[in-house]
């Protein structure tokens, strides 16, 4: 019996319903939260990669909760200095990565209506078609096959329907986070199918007009995330800090305005470390995120270059969003460890 699979579904409603959130929320919900999001889609529509599509439906019913719970929205160089000046009403700071056009069409108009500022990290290469999508490629595979095959990796998915399909886009995407070897594998498999990533990337991607148009709205701060969207802990120094200010500069010339802050690709533990923060400390960003869970505290402005964010998904419901600002998620994720996420 997979045990940790059974009790992390019912956590959230353990925590709200026997008290123990209440403890939690003292030591670990800190001051806010930083939200993370991709793309935004119409309701009823299926995607294979749900995980990094959140229906416009399930936008709005966030930042109802978030305003009806007292929760302020703010733009990221406001959370830095509210932490600088230990304010206390809880916020939250709403962040998009990647670039997709979709923040532009369907994200824009709701958070308009709603007065949200927010973070939209674009990777260039989303606009330029240099970006690294092979998770593109992956989902189009699985849209297309009912039976996945990777045999460098020993590997065999069944996905005849869509939660099969799901389940396989996760799976995969997991093993490639785990495993050196699984990305050539993975995109092996894309290139003998005849899938081009790149086209993909361009069609779901901002173009430059429209980044252009979205880093207008005075809502909207524009951050980096990376030329080719790779993994930077894999990288060499050189090729990180390239990714780095080579995203920047793109972005400071495309939109005539300073971008200060920065999202590792990925984020997570094997993707991005303390030799990653201390360059994007050097390259001068304000900033930096990454995909760790957590809430953010007064001390994370001694570790500003690994601030957690926590997800919001589509399936979300008033005891997660609770979870994620009072930190329960990081609670889990610690082992009631140290609040602070640091690298």
């Known amino acids: ?14 925590a709200r319903y026997s008290g123990l959130g209440k403890a939690l929320a003292l030591r670990y919900g800190g001051a806010g939260a930083v939200f993370m999001l991709h793309s935004i889609v119409g309701d009823g529509a299926d995607h294979i990669d749900a995980p990094i599509r959140c229906p416009a439906s399930a936008l709005e019913r966030a930042l109802l909760w978030i305003r009806d719970n007292g929760v302020r929205i703010v733009g990221l160089d406001e959370a830095v200095d509210r932490l600088e ?7 939250c700071v709403l962040s998009f990565d990647d670039g997709y056009a979709d923040n532009l069409t369907r994200a824009l108009p709701i958070l308009e209506r709603f007065e949200a500022p927010f973070t939209v990290y674009v990777t260039t290469g989303m606009v330029t078609g240099e970006i690294d999508a092979w998770w593109f490629g992956l989902a189009k595979l699985i849209a297309g096959r009912d039976r996945i095959d990777l045999p460098q990796l020993g590997c065999r998915f069944n996905c005849a329907d869509l939660s099969s399909k799901q389940q396989t886009y996760v799976a995969v995407a997991t093993l490639v986070d785990s495993n050196n070897q699984a990305l050539a594998a993975v995109r092996s498999a894309i290139a003998a199918s005849g899938i081009d990533c790149h086209a993909l990337a361009r069609a779901e991607g901002l173009s ?8 207008a709205s005075p809502l909207v701060t524009i951050g980096a995330h990376g030329v080719r969207h790779i993994n ?9 800090e390239q990714e780095m200010t080579a995203s920047r500069r793109w ?19 094997k993707a991005c470390g303390p ?4 360059l994007a400390e050097a390259c001068g960003f304000r900033t930096a995120v990454t995909t760790r ?14 601030l957690p964010r926590e997800p919001i998904f589509g399936d979300d419901t008033p005891i ?11 609670a889990y994720h610690s082992k009631l460890g140290d609040p602070v996420a640091r690298m």
Request: aromatic share 10%; with cysteine; hydrophobic share 45%.
């Open 232 to 240: 930077l802990a894999r990288a060499s120094a050189a090729e990180v």
């Open 320 to 330: 997660s969003w609770r979870c994620r600002i009072d930190g329960t998620y990081r």
């Open 208 to 215: 430059i007009g429209q980044l252009r148009q979205l880093a």
């Open 293 to 306: 869970h957590g809430t953010l505290f007064p001390e994370h402005l001694d570790h500003r270059y690994a």
């Open 251 to 269: 972005l400071e010339e495309a939109i005539d305005r300073e971008v200060a802050h920065f999202a590792y690709p990925f984020g997570g533990a």
């Open 275 to 278: 030799r990653e923060a201390g």
């Open 1 to 14: 019996m997979n045990v940790r699979a059974i009790v992390k579904p019912a956590a959230p409603f353990v």
């Open 85 to 91: 000046s230990r304010a206390k009403d809880k916020f």
